[in-house]
């Protein structure tokens, strides 16, 4: 790596210990202060175009423990448009609704009712400025395309089948992910009694759903949500 490079890198470092230090300072801080200043902090060290794997990694996490949306899109594009840029704003909405609904599906097997789709949604992603209408809408907009399906039990964001899978698959690794929400490749390997093929293909679609991220540089899959420390 060029000394550029390094420089660059060791650069972001700094920022990212500065900022924990700065957390550990805000401890006895009011939440709401501790709040703001967090925010502005994951702001300013996301502007970097290219951030190290692993301190991208680390602001992902970050940025889902205080509640700002995980990509580097403006907040104001999860807020619905009072006049121009609707379209766009459901259709980034109903993309983000497959996401968390397979997610879901995964996690409980099972479809899901518009009312708790709605509830839990905004749980998990608080930065989404929408309503029950606002959601309903764009799971029209993926029934219509034929993208989802509604039951008499809710609304079903792939074949159950392919849901249990990914189910035994996060049981299968569940004992192998350490503290940080990470484990090797290698001992997923060693986990999954299913050929590699298979465990491939089910890799790929947890991470096209971020579920987690593949590190292909340490050879090991994030799963954020799994995080315990």
Known sequence: ????????????????????????????????????????????????????KDLATYLL???????????????????????????????????ELIAFGIAYQRVYLQPIKLSQLAVRFHEHRPWWQCDIEDIEKALEILKKNKIIQKTPDGFLFEPLSMSSDAQDFLSFISRGINKNGEISLTSIQNLVPWNKSKIDSMVKILCSNQICLLDQDKESLFFPELKTR
């Open 1 to 52: 790596m060029e000394a550029s490079g390094i420089s660059e890198q060791n650069d972001h470092e700094a920022r990212y210990k500065a900022l924990g230090k700065k957390l550990k300072q805000l401890e006895d801080d009011t939440a709401n202060e501790v709040q703001e200043k967090l925010i502005k902090g994951v702001k300013k060290i996301s502007s970097p175009t290219h951030l190290p």
């Open 61 to 95: 996490s970050l940025k889902r423990e205080i509640q700002l949306p995980v990509s580097v899109l403006p907040l104001s594009l999860f807020k619905r448009p009072t006049f121009f840029g609707r379209e766009d704003f459901f259709h980034r909405l109903a993309s």
